[in-house]
């Protein structure tokens, strides 16, 4: 755990600085990093990534609401949806080779990366 | 919002997730967009409204790969909460340096990422991860 914390904390750092300039993008930072550094499987590094993403995005949406941001009738109408779809995703997940998320995940970084960069 | 306009605000919902379920992320790269071309939302707008939506599908995708056996509950709440201290040296880096500068950087680091993945991705792995059965 003593080497690990650094790790941990500087994940935690990027995450969230990303996630705060560009409103996107604590995953994106979050995943590749669990992989690539912590050696973690994708299948547990999509999880515990998204573990960590609802930390992080409620403290920013409470903070967001605090300024008067947020249509929370919009957030649910199209975040219900999209809790069918995470059941989907994650079944979807379980079913395919787990380097193929890797190379999904890479397809993804370049469109954002390409977002950014136009 | 027109029935057309609700039907697509549901697709993007559903797809968002989908693609935050396979890869982990919280689809506030589909949401965002989405409220802004449905809703004609801005930006500000459309980053603080999705974090709602982020945060249902972080919940479902942590319970779902939690009963696959895909969560290390420790590590993911350490990142969780220790994230603030990075929205506040963003803050910080976001005063000192532009925002082109901001963003080409984002997007060579996601590049590097991108490289390193696919790397992966290409190669096989020399010994079977216990997951390669169903592959």
């Known amino acids: ?118 | 919002m027109d029935a057309l306009d609700l039907t697509a605000l549901l697709a993007v919902g559903f797809c968002a997730g989908m693609l935050g379920g396979l890869v982990g992320v919280g689809g506030g790269v589909l949401f965002v967009p989405g409220m802004v071309i449905f809703l004609h939302y801005s930006q500000l707008d459309a980053q603080s409204t999705s974090l709602v939506a982020i945060v249902l599908v972080g919940l479902v995708g942590a319970w779902r790969q939690g009963r696959y056996g895909n969560l290390r509950v420790r590590d993911g709440l350490i990142v969780g909460a220790l994230s603030p201290l990075g929205v506040l040296v963003g803050a910080v880096v976001a005063n000192a340096v532009s925002e082109r500068a901001l963003e080409l950087s984002f997007a060579t680091v996601q590049l590097f990422f991108a490289w390193r993945l696919a790397r992966r991705a290409l190669r096989s792995p020399r010994t079977a991860p216990s997951g390669a059965a169903n592959g």
Do not use: C, D
């Open chain 1, 1 to 118: 755990m003593a080497s690990r914390l650094p790790k941990l904390v500087a994940i935690a750092t990027l995450g969230g600085a990303f996630s705060g300039l560009f409103g996107v993008g604590g995953g994106t930072i979050i995943v590749p990093l669990l992989i690539l550094w912590f050696g973690y499987g994708e299948r547990e590094a999509t999880g515990t990534s998204l573990l960590a993403i609802i930390v992080i995005a409620a403290l920013a949406a409470a903070t967001q609401g605090a300024f008067g941001n947020v249509h929370l009738g919009t957030g649910l109408l199209i975040g219900i949806p999209a809790m069918a779809g995470v059941v989907a995703g994650t079944a979807l997940q379980q079913r395919i080779p787990e380097r193929a998320v890797s190379g999904i995940f890479a397809v993804l970084l370049v469109a954002s990366a390409a977002v950014l960069i136009l």
